[in-house]
């Protein structure tokens, strides 16, 4: 029997690329069920652009700066998605706000990373707002992307531990690594089928999802 065909990823980036190398690295290894078609970044001095070179893969780099507004970045983003012949659009340090409409075109079918434990501090500036508000816990969040900013159903969160003398540059660090964990874990849960989207919301093994899955509390 032939094993199911490798899903393909459209991995959107603005920025260094951490968590892109990652799936790409985890992808490679056969770690997951999957391949990236291709890698999008929407400014031309994304550091990650080098790096998904430096390891094969396809770029494109679609300056939203430059076009004229919103609707005709999202227009170029969906044809070069499209003609990559993605199934899963995985924003990664994607850092611009789609419209509603761009988010129902692909619900079900778009992922995003937030350095949050959502639903607690979506927006920027996580690690330094955790630190104010002089939280004890902090972590990662993979939601389905829906109209509404950092607001879709969350699917996997890794927890970490704010410890005292952190700053927001060792808190970030510490999120990361655990990023690099649980995006992956996620992508491959849907590459896997044991992750799908449903008109009810996310189910996991064929059961309604109603709590994020947690790393470490998964297989
Ligand atoms: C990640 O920590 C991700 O959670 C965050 O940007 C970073 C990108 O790092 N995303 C957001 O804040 C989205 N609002 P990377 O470019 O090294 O993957």
Request: proline residues 6%; glycine residues 8%.
């Amino acid at each position: 029997m032939n094993a199911a065909p490798a899903l393909a990823l459209a991995i959107v980036i603005s920025g260094r690329g951490s968590n892109m190398v990652a799936i790409a690295q985890a992808c490679a290894r056969g770690q997951l069920a999957a391949r990236v078609a291709l890698v999008i970044a929407d400014r031309r001095d994304a550091g990650g652009i080098a790096l998904a070179r430096q390891l094969g893969l396809e770029v494109a780099v679609i300056p939203a700066r430059e076009y004229a507004g919103r609707a005709a970045f999202e227009a170029a983003l969906r044809d070069a998605i499209e003609a990559s012949g993605a199934q899963l659009v995985v924003l990664a340090g994607f850092m611009r706000i789609l419209s509603p409409q761009f988010a129902q075109h692909y619900a079900g079918r778009m992922l995003n990373i937030h350095p949050s434990l959502l639903p607690r501090f979506p927006g920027l500036h996580t690690h330094a707002r955790v630190l104010a508000a002089r939280e004890r816990e902090h972590g990662a969040s993979v939601h389905f992307v829906t109209g509404e900013l950092d607001a879709g159903p969350v699917v996997l969160q890794a927890r970490v531990p704010v410890l005292p003398g952190d700053t927001a540059a060792s808190l970030s660090a510490r999120v990361q690594q655990q990023e690099h964990i649980i995006y992956p874990r996620a992508i491959g849960y849907i590459a896997a089928g044991r992750l799908r989207w449903t008109a009810a919301g996310p189910e996991f093994d064929s059961r309604p999802l109603r709590e994020p899955l947690v790393e470490g509390q998964c297989t």
